[in-house]
């Protein structure tokens, strides 16, 4: 079984810029997440997909980030316009939706963003 | 809010030794998870361990374990007969049962990194 794939594993941009992310969850996980872990910190969730509907974007800047999962498969991450504060490394998961118990997050390899 | 707090930055143990690993959490929930994800320097978050809150009994899974104590809201892991594959920083976190059958979202604590020495 494949698992999380995302692109690109590294971007540097500039302040201002625009940058997207992309990510392919595991097949036939119905749910998908986007964290953001910042060096020297735990990941935090940034918004959370159940197929193609928004869970939880609470703590997602949404000024400046914003996020799609059409069709409920992969999903892109944006950011426009990127700050310094914006560079972390930006991690997809996913899960299959079935019994919570039973519910395990699976992580792609993660996007290195930096921001100058 | 939930938190999730891991006081040891750092630790280090000798390859074959047993090292303990500390976490804190704070909810008012009373039925949840509590997971320890190890990430090596290639950044693949991993599953370690999974608790239950309603289960007494203490997860193991092969060389790691844990010390689940719901009332101390304390989740440590123990790593037995160390090997050098296992340094990594490895993440605490928490994550609230929903009624609804939907899944939510992971509180992770900020890490400890393990080192293993020869």
């Known amino acids: 079984e494949a698992g999380v794939a995302q692109s690109p594993r590294y971007k540097i941009i500039e302040k201002r810029q625009s940058v997207a992310f992309w990510c392919n969850p595991i097949?036939?996980?119905?749910?998908l997440y986007w964290y953001q872990q910042i060096l020297g910190q735990g990941p935090k969730l940034l918004i959370q997909?159940?197929?193609?509907?928004?869970?939880?974007d609470s703590q997602l800047p949404k000024d400046r980030f914003s996020a799609e999962r059409l069709k409920g498969v992969d999903s892109t991450l944006k950011i426009q316009p990127a700050k310094l504060e914006d560079s972390a490394v930006y991690l997809c998961?996913?899960?299959?939706?079935?019994?919570?118990?039973?519910?395990?997050?699976?992580f792609g390899p993660g996007t290195r963003l930096l921001v100058l | 809010a939930q938190t999730v707090t891991q006081s040891q930055p750092e630790m280090s143990v000798q390859e074959a030794e047993t090292v303990t690993l500390s976490c804190t959490y704070d909810?008012?929930?009373?039925?949840?998870?509590l997971f320890w994800y190890k990430q090596p320097p290639s950044r693949q978050m991993i599953l370690v361990i999974r608790?239950?809150?309603?289960?007494?009994q203490n997860a193991t899974e092969n060389r790691f374990s844990v010390n689940f104590q719901k009332a101390a809201k304390s989740f440590s892991l123990k790593i037995s007969d160390s090997q050098l594959g296992d340094a990594a920083m490895y993440f605490c976190a928490y994550r609230r049962r929903l009624n609804t059958g939907t899944a939510s979202k992971l509180t992770f604590g900020t890490g400890t990194r393990l080192q293993v020495t020869l």
């Open positions: 608790q239950e809150a309603y289960k007494q």
């Open positions: 097949s036939g996980h119905a749910t």
């Open positions: 997909f159940q197929n193609n509907g928004v869970v939880d």
């Open positions: 998961a996913s899960s299959r939706l079935g019994l919570p118990r039973r519910e395990t997050q699976y």
């Open positions: 909810t008012s929930e009373s039925d949840y998870y």
